[in-house]
């Protein structure tokens, strides 16, 4: 029975550092998940059968059960399980050794399978404290660091276990002749090894958060660049706009002077089209917004896109100006992208302003409905690890404000719509 048991822990593990660790999701079809239970018995009734826990069985059910739970490509499961099978193989024989010293004051002959279990709940305890104390508070997971981290904590996993391997025989077989001292001093070794993991894993989310915050500053630097060159090119139309402006005063007064009335009205309506491109569109109510707001309109313009802006604020000048750049920009840049995709590409946008908040409501088509029950969005670009960042810079300025969205998908006259709906107060509490 402590085959079985054994081999569902381990199994558990597995998908918790998967799911929780990677996010990698479960496959939908129910069949695959339960064949993967279905694998984890068999092998362990296999192995309770000819009493052995062979590594070959052992590495065939960790591979194939994560393979037939997990949706991915069938490669990267296979190494990511491997990859697994090991590294829980080093913590839980660091666990062992606590259990025996502290419990049994050294290794026993037989009967150590009463307390494995607590060996899996003290390796798992290690994997929740990674979970929560590194990952989840920095929104940093295992697939976003850099393989050269992962493979480092596989490497230095392996030297600690081969090092106390070797110190654990030779203590054992000498154990009666320490004193409580050595025990000590053994105890404080497993933990320092185990405390150089997270220190590892510290420095590899250190870099992801380093290389984030740089892609997001050159995101926002790209953005401001193509602001500032889409305001130089209306700057050199009006200039120029101005400096012909004498020839066409001048042609005016030819053409009314020899009473060429339709002529010069034709003139004027040319005049008065060439003036109307490099005047601003949109009038939010905000100087700056109104810029961010006119550029998308050229981008979409360009782009085929019906943009349509309704509603106006008195003022966002509360917003910071790298945050109404980053909030919007990734709003209206992402929107545009997905609308250009689909067959009728729009995107709407509406301000309204209340007396103690502003509410900004940007939609646009999509090519299918979007998963908006986590109320969080993954990238649908192929290179993860560089894409991404704008729904997470988007939700990261509305807290900072201490505003709320809210993401909604959804049909309209047959076409799939994707919205977000953004509130920000006016005044921050304190």
């Given at each position: ?39 984890v018995f068999a092998a362990g009734i296999f192995n309770m059968y000819f009493e052995t826990n062979s590594p070959i069985v052992y590495v065939c059910w960790s591979v194939l059960s994560v393979c ?28 062992v050794m606590l259990i025996q010293i502290l419990l049994i004051g050294g290794a026993v002959e037989t009967g150590l399978a009463w307390w494995m279990e607590i060996a899996y709940a003290i390796s ?307």
């Amino acid at each position: 029975m402590i085959y079985i048991v054994d081999n569902f822990l381990n199994y558990l593990i597995y998908l918790f550092i998967i799911y929780f660790g990677f996010k990698i999701q479960p496959r939908k079809n129910i069949i695959f998940r339960w064949l993967s239970v279905v694998v984890v018995f068999a092998a362990g009734i296999f192995n309770m059968y000819f009493e052995t826990n062979s590594p070959i069985v052992y590495v065939c059910w960790s591979v194939l059960s994560v393979c037939l739970f997990f949706k991915e490509r069938l490669l990267r499961l296979g190494i990511l399980s491997f990859a697994l099978m090991y590294f829980t193989g080093i913590m839980d024989t660091f666990s062992v050794m606590l259990i025996q010293i502290l419990l049994i004051g050294g290794a026993v002959e037989t009967g150590l399978a009463w307390w494995m279990e607590i060996a899996y709940a003290i390796s798992f305890s290690v994997y929740f404290m990674v979970y929560t104390i590194l990952l989840k508070k920095n929104e940093v997971y295992l697939n976003d660091i850099e393989y050269r981290y992962k493979v480092a904590i596989l490497v230095q996993g392996s030297i600690f276990q081969m090092f106390y391997n070797f110190v654990f025989a030779f203590f054992d077989e000498n154990h009666e002749m320490y004193g409580w001292d050595a025990y000590v001093v053994f105890f404080v070794s497993i933990v320092g090894a185990i405390y150089a993991i997270f220190l590892t894993l510290s420095l590899a989310i250190k870099n992801v958060l380093s290389n984030r915050q740089n892609k997001e500053l050159q995101s926002f630097m790209y953005m401001q660049k193509e602001q500032y060159d889409y305001q130089l090119q209306q700057s050199v139309a009006v200039r120029r706009f101005k400096h012909d402006l004498t020839n066409h005063i001048g042609v005016l007064r030819e053409l009314v002077n020899q009473k060429k009335l339709e002529e010069a009205r034709g003139y004027i309506d040319t005049i008065w089209n060439v003036q109307d491109e490099f005047e601003l569109k949109i009038h939010t109510g905000d100087s700056f917004l109104d810029v961010i707001m006119n550029y998308y309109l050229y981008i979409a313009t360009k782009e085929n896109i019906k943009f349509t802006v309704s509603g106006k604020v008195t003022t966002i000048s509360y917003i910071e100006m790298f945050d109404i750049t980053t909030l919007m920009g990734n709003v209206l840049q992402n929107a545009i992208e997905a609308s250009k995709k689909t067959n009728n590409p729009k995107v709407r946008v509406e301000f309204i302003e209340h007396k103690t908040e502003i509410f900004i409501s940007v939609s646009n088509g999509v090519v299918e409905k979007v998963n908006t029950n986590n109320n969080f969005l993954k990238t649908s670009k192929k290179d993860k690890m560089n894409h991404g960042f704008g729904f997470k810079n988007i939700i990261a300025t509305v807290e900072k404000y201490q505003g709320e969205y809210y993401m909604d998908s959804f049909m309209e006259n047959g076409e799939p719509i994707f919205k977000i709906s953004i509130a920000i107060p006016k005044e921050l509490r304190r």
